[in-house]
């Protein structure tokens, strides 16, 4: 079952253009700051944690390879989507439009920091994600997919999280704020994570039903752990 190709599942791209599309809408909202309570979050707090529990559910259905492929397209449309807006921004604007030059200026002036910043946190948070719902899976005889998620995702986001805020926010907020920063994503993350055991175990029974997926299977794709059988 392993071996079928991507274009034989159903639902696998559109999950793979929801998992890029996410990432990109983050990288945007990395420097729009909120504030709750006194406390200040960027807004890309609130939208990031989808594509963890998205690369779950992917890990979780179509095995640890294909979740893999599914980052790294993520990671290279946000950085071809970072890149281009950066350097257009740069290319010089008629002086009747400048009007409308300085909003995209503002915004995408960073863009290319937020993007870098993102590529290597999910680089690091992400992978970790999934290889432990994956490996964990195989500890597991697949059984306990909400308890293996929120342990592979808790670890995952604190990855990304301290490395995220690091490489963003750092000589652009002020040091308290930075801690504010990185206290209130952490948190949120942590609460999206445990409130959204129940739809993504939910998913994920329900693709592997649609893609007619077997119960039993080997877990080869996870290296360095090969030919070990997984029940689920």
């Known amino acids: 079952m392993l071996s ?3 274009e034989q ?3 696998l791209t559109l999950l793979s253009m929801l998992y890029g599309a996410i990432l ?12 709750i309570d006194s406390m200040v979050a960027s807004s890309a707090t609130f939208v990031i944690s989808i594509t963890f529990f998205l690369a779950d559910v992917i890990a979780e259905v179509y095995g640890y390879q294909k979740a893999k492929q599914v980052v790294w397209s993520g990671l290279i449309g946000l950085l071809c989507f970072s890149t281009i807006g950066f350097v257009l921004q740069k290319l010089p604007t008629p002086p009747e439009f400048s009007q409308y030059t300085n909003a995209y200026h503002i915004i995408l002036n960073l863009l290319f920091r937020a993007g870098i910043s993102n590529a290597i946190a999910i680089m690091i948070g992400a992978f970790f994600n999934i290889y432990f719902v ?3 899976k195989i500890v597991l005889r697949g059984k306990y997919f ?3 998620s929120l342990g592979s995702s808790a670890i995952g986001e604190a990855l990304y999280t301290i ?9 652009v907020v002020p040091f308290p704020h930075f801690l504010q920063i990185l206290g209130m994503s952490y948190s949120y993350k942590l609460l999206f994570d445990t409130v959204a055991i129940m739809p993504a175990n939910l998913l994920a ?8 997926l077997s ?4 877990a080869q794709d996870v290296m360095p752990f090969k030919n070990e059988r997984v029940f689920e």
Do not use: A, P, T
């Open 4 to 6: 079928r190709s991507h």
């Open 9 to 11: 599942y159903r639902y």
């Open 24 to 35: 990109q809408i983050s990288v945007l909202l990395d420097y729009k700051f909120i504030s």
């Open 134 to 136: 994956s490996r964990w």
């Open 146 to 148: 909400w308890l293996r």
């Open 163 to 171: 490395f995220v805020v690091s490489l963003v926010n750092v000589g």
């Open 205 to 212: 029974q329900f693709l592997k039903k649609r893609e007619s």
């Open 215 to 218: 119960d039993c299977r080997f």
